[in-house]
């Protein structure tokens, strides 16, 4: 399923969790509520040993999800379970473990899978031709990042090849839960939205349902990984933790459907 | 492309190289492409950098013919005496370049990570020289094994990062040093140690350390009348080694080595050596050798030497090693202890145990060399650093130190 089937006449929310944490199947559970409770379209991290954009929070659960062995093939594995729920279920994932997999390999089974693509957080698009041409033989959606540093040519340039929706980072940083939504993100989504008509999803930062709706005021998708991560990780046992994962999941939701 | 040239306008050294970081950092290294360039061909930047590095940092650097490790080694051996410069290092010219570049940029800050300590030190020194406020990122492993450094730092005014997450060394503070970039690249300048990491970062630390090798080439020249066979250097990230071995690239008479870390040895699994034992991938924005596994999951290195003790290497010696023109060897941690020991007891020079690694390369090959050659050869090691920050880690390998009771 291609992430445009979930965008309509409101908002989506969009919310991240790793595969394999806090095991397989856990993961795999957590994310199945995460859906029940309302998000719109799953983002599946695949754990990294050096994930440069990701905060604290997700660097944790993904290097206990390493520390477990958790291997690409489980991301795979995570990806058919979800999306079998009929959710569009996009994968989150540095570069160096798709080469190594193999560009046109990994795709085709994501794609077998029924994961809708890939976000890309350090894969621009002037170095990702392989990507792209297996990505359309597979019918795969392409998110790539945009920021508030981007030059209007890049913005030009990279939304031309997104495909789903394009992932506007709010602030300059990594990602992490922030009290405070940035005022640059606002900035910047009009600024892709002159450029394009693919939704625009804004990340970093939203923790609450308030913030989700303050973000939902000007975004097509709020999107959410720390906090969401956190109930997880936080939490005295995996029941604990879905519990939490899903009480915020609602509020989330509730805060984009306005 | 030749081996000569390169990077291309992408920053590829034939298939390696390139900018996989997130696009907040795409300005930032646009900006920064041309700014280096420019000022390289600005006499004002390039005469305050020569003033600043003869003045301050005490180059050129010797160059010295090591008569009595000659004798032992069946070598006439030419010692690059980077570890004379001021911080005990060849690091001390890539620092200066960028903290002068970051000056002209305007940006007020430099931030930078480091393994050793070493170019943590070069980055607060020069930060303190050039008024520039200054963060280093550090692995807490590294932060324990390297006290002393710590130490230095912040006397120099720089704050040190204990970085706690991952293997807690090198690659972890690289890691680090990039998030913080991303959150304060309007007012930052990241200097990157080595000749790795996104588009310029290679090419333009190799420029700024290229002079080792330019010098080296004309105290040759002024010293043998001619060139010599060989240039040996440890590899790192490939900083000192790409600095003595660029301006000898077109002359194909001069062989050159690059010597990594062979830790407890590369058939043991635990070393530092990306070129001879790792594979081609993308790690801390460029695509070279690193150490991953099936998953591509980044594998910790491990080295006696902290300053070698990273999984990849810079690119366009990946690009060397593939087309021929640099060969690349391990060395292993006991072989270059031997070396260690070896100069301070025929030289009085006490290297650093990263340059030792050089040196254990030198010695191993010369033999090879003079067969080949049919005569005595003569070989030019970079000594890259002094081996000051490393006498606990060398009295303890050869158990100098008295017991505690
Ligand atoms: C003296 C010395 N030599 C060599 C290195 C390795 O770095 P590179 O390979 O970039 O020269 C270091 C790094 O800390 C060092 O301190």
Redesign the interface.
Known sequence: MTVASAFGSRPVLVGYLPAGYPSVPGAIDAIKAMVDAGVDIVEIGLP??????D??VI?AAS?AA?DRGV??SDLIHTVEAVAATGVPTLVMTY???????GVDRFATDLANAGGAGLIT????P??AADWLAVADKHNLDKV????????DA?IAS?VAVCRGFVYA?S????TGARAQTSNAAPTLVSRVRQVTDLPVGVGLGVSNGEQAAEVASFADAVIVGSALVRCLLDAEDEAAGVRALVALTEDLAAGVRG | MTTTEGPDTRGYFGVYGGRFVPEALIAALDELDVEYRKALSDKEFVGELERMGRDYAGLPSLLYEARRLSEKAGARILLKREDLNHTGAHKVRNVLGQALLTKRMGKRRVIAETGAGQHGVATATAAAYLDLECTVYMGEEDTRRQALNVARMRMLGAEVVSVKSGSRTLKDAMNEAFRDWVASVDYTHYVVGSVGGPHPFPAMVRDFVRGIGVEARAQSLELLDRLPDAVCACVGGGSNALGIFHAFIPDADVRLFGFEAGGDGVETGRHAAAITAGGAGVLHGARTYLLQDEDGQTIESHSISAGLDYPAVGPEHAWLSDTGRATYEPVTDAEAMQAFRLLCRTEGIIPAIESAHGLAGALRIAPRLATELGREPIVLVNLSGRGDKDMETAAKWFGLLEEKS
Request: no cysteine; hydrophobic share 35%.
């Open positions: 990294y040993s050096d994930p440069v954009i905060g604290p660097q290097q390493l291997r690409t570069w160096n473990p798709v080469l190594r997999y957080p350090d894969l621009i002037d170095e790539f990042l945009v920021s508030p540093s981007s030059t890049r990279t980072t602030v300059m940083g990594v």
